[in-house]
């Protein structure tokens, strides 16, 4: 119903800026753009300009100009909502914009809700469902893998792979379907033994989409790497050092916003989050309850825990709040971090090198955070810890919760007729797993959407997308 | 020398978007785009589309897709800068921004300065100087009078009667130079008497734009509003009530900056700016030193000063608190607001109205700041005050340091001009007085401008400009 409403919205971030953009979309957008846009010179009016080509002028009210503007015009369906489009670039002021909307307000469009642009693209056949979400997450990413993941996704990659199993259940189960019209004469037109191949296929299609998540969703929001140990063994210290490089390189770039990167740093292409930590603090060797309680709450949110520890402090010490960490230690993967390496002699670090222990898979460097020592190899380590590397050849990566549980959901019905199969199972009950396989695989691309799902996928898109 | 550059930067606001877009201006602007995107379907190259055409498809490198774009080409010399110039509008990410830029640097690209690309304009006869700076005017203009005066600039109203001026000062400077290559022979080419016209024309032209300066710094930065009294008479719930419609009406409008607005509200289109001001503190009726001296200060930064005192606190003392603060007034305009009328019946209010004294042109308003009682009368004196309305008919007005000082020192040449006239000065003598008042007009729109002024004007701009 809404469609049949011209919407308009900002499009540039907020701020001030040398251009902001404001889009309107929708039967009326070229009519109401004219009516408060002057064509400079001899060029024509709007509704008379071919697509995609920007025109100079002046929008206003009157004799009252608000700015000078480059509008541009695409009709439908060669847009990116597949309406009449007109883009207007203005000066990147808010009382400008905000003017330039209230001035289409008045002439009859309505200010678009999140994510309607891309909503009304989808519901246009522009972009199917996954590709819509792509488009946030591609706006999100901040890394080459995020990035590379959701800009795949936009493109299509995730639909295609989706769109194969689907046909090739689609061909079978209507092979299945057939046979039931023929009951009576026990026929089978579907081949038992294809069907148990492209079903074996299909399930590890899936299981292999569905373990990707756990890859996708570090790259997505980052890989948590928990830094513990005692106070004053210079965990500030070695958080700034891991930050300070990429901190460096990111206040570079424009538009980077600060809160972003306070604890994240990027290496190689992979974010690494870390999770604020409490120091433990000794109290007549007593441990403060509160600091080890955060410590363990930490180490149950990472991936990757460092154990950072005074290299002055001597073996037995360090073993003993080892221990004490180790014990909290379930899948996470465990790196010894022997720190202030600067300040401590040869003899020294032979005799921590001999008497701390190590269990199976866990790591030690002997590093200084003030001195940038061994940071070099520790990052080298993390990067190839996160299991994020080489993207390219491991096809397609699932970052999205959604696809996750449909994924599942789709999982759990081929199973149910990879067993039908096998204990010979009638050909509608068959017929009915793979439906519903089928029917997930769809809710993924949007074949299959209801209003809730779209109204929860494009209520967190921003206003103008 | 650097116009033969290259020249990139991001054009909208940092942060996160539905569009971002970055500018590419310079010899090699098309050539160095074609060399990272690659157009969709059957469009031709960069190089070979019409100027002022939308083209779609990928930018990246090889196979490395970083994003969708559609990329708009401009030849000079019919764009902003006057040069080749691309826009390429993507997903406003600054990820994606950043990685085209990079891709554009390596092609041979530099990034833009702050200002870079007005600057360019500028240099290349596109827009007066004046009309350069009105560019970062408009961009930050948050009222609608300041706004109106920046795009009038931007449009040229104030460059064209400052060239008026300017011709005509010319014309009679060379008939005075004429007359000097005949110098033996005592003629006149010049008339004197018309001279002297012209001379008071320039005069009283130049002093009513350099008056103009105070209203247009007004209305630049706000009318400055400093709200004294004494603690717990209601100071900050008088502010916030005056703020409260503003913001409220503000926070609707996508991409407005809290901090922008902490303390300025806009009433009818005025911007007024409140001085933080400490509370008087009274102890055993002695005043508090420091919360006095604050007083003072914002007293003295003020235009206009509302003083606040409690209606229950009887006429003498606030007729004491008053004089304390009219000592320090000087053109100041000063409004006594009597507050929490709403605590106190008719026969105090009959009292105060008896009793306080006020002098020539003060105000007083009996309010309630809590119930919003009378709070719309003060709102419409503060604008009456301001002196900022009908702006329509006022012509030209300055809001630029720069301008004023040029405009200062212009006026005092022709002010030594028409001493000069008066006295019988010889035409050498005047016309270097006269030159010297085109001169410093010629500053003002660029037309006599040095790399020290260009750079000090550019600096200020932001990257992307």
């Given at each position: 119903?809404?469609?049949?409403?011209?919407i308009c919205?900002?499009?540039?971030?907020?701020?001030?800026?040398?251009?902001g953009m404001i889009?309107?979309?929708?039967?009326?957008?070229?009519t109401?753009?004219?009516?408060?846009f002057a064509?400079?010179g001899?060029?024509?009016?709007?509704?008379?300009?071919?697509?995609?080509?920007?025109?100079?002028?002046t929008?206003?009210?009157?004799?009252?100009?608000?700015?000078?503007?480059?509008v541009?015009?695409?009709r439908e369906?060669?847009?990116y909502?597949?309406?009449?489009?007109?883009?207007?670039?203005?000066?990147?002021?808010?009382?400008?914009?905000?003017?330039?909307?209230?001035?289409l307000?008045?002439?009859?469009?309505?200010m678009?809700?999140?994510g309607e642009?891309?909503q009304?693209?989808?519901?246009?056949?522009?972009?199917?469902?996954s590709q819509?979400?792509?488009?946030?997450d591609?706006?999100?990413?901040g890394?080459?893998?995020?990035?590379?993941?959701?800009i795949?996704?936009?493109r299509?990659?995730?639909?295609e792979a989706?769109?194969?199993?689907?046909?090739?259940?689609?061909?079978?189960?209507?092979?299945i379907?057939?046979?039931?019209?023929f009951?009576?004469?026990?026929?089978?037109?579907?081949?038992?033994?294809?069907l148990?191949?492209?079903?074996?296929h299909?399930?590890?299609?899936?299981?292999?989409?569905?373990?990707?998540?756990?890859?996708?969703?570090?790259?997505k929001?980052?890989?948590?790497?928990?830094?513990?140990?005692e106070?004053?063994?210079g965990?500030?210290?070695?958080?700034?050092?891991l930050?300070?490089?990429?901190?460096?390189?990111?206040?570079?770039?424009?538009?980077?916003?600060?809160?972003a990167?306070?604890d994240t740093?990027?290496?190689?292409?992979?974010?690494?989050?870390?999770?604020?930590?409490a120091?433990?603090?000794h109290?007549e060797?007593?441990?403060?309850?509160?600091?080890?309680?955060?410590?363990?709450?930490s180490?149950?949110?990472?991936?990757i825990?460092?154990?950072?520890?005074?290299?002055?402090?001597?073996?037995?010490?360090?073993n003993?709040?080892?221990?004490?960490?180790?014990?909290?230690?379930?899948?996470q993967?465990?790196?010894?971090?022997?720190?202030?390496?600067?300040?401590?002699?040869?003899?020294v670090?032979?005799?921590?090198?001999?008497?701390?222990?190590?269990?199976d898979q866990e790591?030690?460097?002997?590093i200084?955070?003030?001195?940038?020592t061994?940071?070099?190899?520790?990052?080298?380590?993390?990067?190839?810890?996160?299991?994020?590397?080489n993207?390219?050849?491991?096809?397609?990566i699932?970052?999205?919760?959604?696809?996750?549980?449909?994924?599942?959901?789709?999982?759990?019905?081929?199973?149910?007729?990879?067993?039908?199969?096998?204990?010979?199972?009638?050909g509608?009950?068959?017929a009915?797993?793979i439906?519903?396989?089928?029917?997930?695989?769809?809710e993924?691309?949007g074949?299959?959407?209801t209003?809730?799902?779209?109204?929860?996928?494009?209520?967190?898109?921003?206003?103008?997308?």
């Open positions: 119903m809404h469609r049949k409403d011209t919205a900002p499009a540039t971030a907020p701020g001030k800026g040398a251009i889009r309107l979309s929708g039967p009326e957008a070229i109401i753009a004219d009516k408060v064509a400079s001899k060029a024509k009016k709007l509704s008379h300009q071919p697509s995609r080509t920007l025109v100079y002028g929008i206003g009210s009157g004799q009252a100009i608000l700015d000078e503007v480059l541009s015009v695409f369906p060669h847009s909502t597949g309406e009449d489009l007109v883009e207007i670039s203005c000066h990147g002021s808010s009382y400008i914009l905000t003017g330039i909307l209230k001035l307000v008045k002439q009859g469009a309505v678009a809700k999140p642009f891309t009304r693209a989808f519901l246009n056949g522009k972009m199917d469902l819509a979400e792509a488009v946030a591609l706006i999100a990413a890394s080459e893998a995020a990035h590379r993941i959701a795949d996704q936009m299509g990659g995730f639909s989706l769109e194969q199993l689907r046909e090739d259940l689609l061909k079978f189960v209507s092979l379907e057939l046979e039931l019209d009951s009576e004469e026990d026929v089978e037109f579907a081949d038992r033994a294809e148990g191949k492209l079903v074996t299909v399930q590890s299609k899936i299981a292999s989409l569905t373990e990707s998540f756990q890859t996708g969703n570090a790259i929001n980052g890989i948590p790497v928990a830094i513990v140990g106070t004053n063994v965990k500030s210290t070695l958080l700034n050092t930050l300070r490089d990429d901190k460096a390189i990111v206040s570079e770039i424009h538009g980077t916003t600060r809160d990167i306070e740093m990027t290496l190689s292409g992979v974010v690494f989050r870390f999770i604020d930590t120091g433990i603090r109290t060797d007593a441990i403060e309850t509160l600091g080890i309680e955060r410590t363990y709450t180490i149950r949110k990472a991936q825990v460092l154990f950072l520890a005074d290299a002055g402090d001597g073996p037995e010490h360090i003993k709040r080892l221990d004490e960490i180790r014990n909290r230690i379930a899948s993967k465990l790196i010894v971090l022997l720190n202030k390496t600067d300040k401590v002699g040869k003899p670090m032979e005799r921590l090198k001999k008497n701390i222990r190590l269990k790591l030690i460097f002997f200084s955070a003030k001195k940038k061994n940071i070099d190899k520790l990052e080298e380590k993390l990067v190839e810890l996160s299991g994020i590397k993207l390219g050849n491991e096809g397609v699932i970052t999205n919760m959604r696809h996750y549980e449909a994924l599942v959901k789709a999982g759990e019905a081929i199973s149910r007729a990879a067993d039908g199969l096998k204990s010979k199972l009638p509608d009950l068959l009915q797993d439906r519903e396989c089928m029917h997930y695989l769809g993924i691309t074949r299959i959407s209003n809730e799902i779209l109204g929860n996928i494009f209520k967190n898109f921003c206003i103008g997308k």
